[in-house]
Nanobody
Framework: VQLQASGGGLVQPGGSLGLSCAAS????????ISWFRQAPGKEREWVSG????????YYATSVKGRFTMSRDNAKSTVYLQMNSLKPEDTAVYYC?????????????????????WGHGTQVTVSS
């Protein structure tokens, strides 16, 4: 199982950036995928996630309405489109996978539920 995140960079406040997470060694439909982020000096924060068993994507309050998580099963890739970026969105972003199709929703945000993590990609929002 491997996850490869990419797409980070420097963007001005109000700008947009898209991240990709290429998955291999497992099927997206039979897993739960989430994006997390960690800013310097702060704890890791769950950003968004989707269970393999359902079509609903869930978002942290801090990003809801600005970020969109999607996936392309044919490409085995998960995306995170980030719009209206703010300086407080600056962080290293990680994609994570759990080999659990029906993860309990209350655990979606819990990083310890995920066995596989991609290398992070830096997102910096600054003028």
């Amino acid at each position: 199982v491997q996850l490869q995140a990419s797409g980070g960079g420097l963007v001005q406040p109000g700008g947009s950036l898209g991240l990709s997470c290429a998955a291999s060694g497992f099927t997206l439909d039979y897993s739960t995928i989430s994006w997390f982020r960690q800013a310097p000096g702060k704890e890791r924060e769950w950003v968004s996630g989707r269970r393999g068993s359902g079509g609903t994507t869930y978002y942290a309050t801090s990003v809801k309405g600005r970020f969109t998580m999607s996936r392309d099963n044919a490409k085995s890739t998960v995306y995170l489109q980030m719009n209206s970026l703010k300086p407080e969105d600056t962080a290293v972003y990680y994609c994570a996978a759990a080999m659990e199709r029906h993860m309990i929703l209350s655990r979606l945000w819990d990083g310890t539920q995920y066995s596989y993590w991609g290398h992070g990609t830096q997102v910096t929002v600054s003028s």
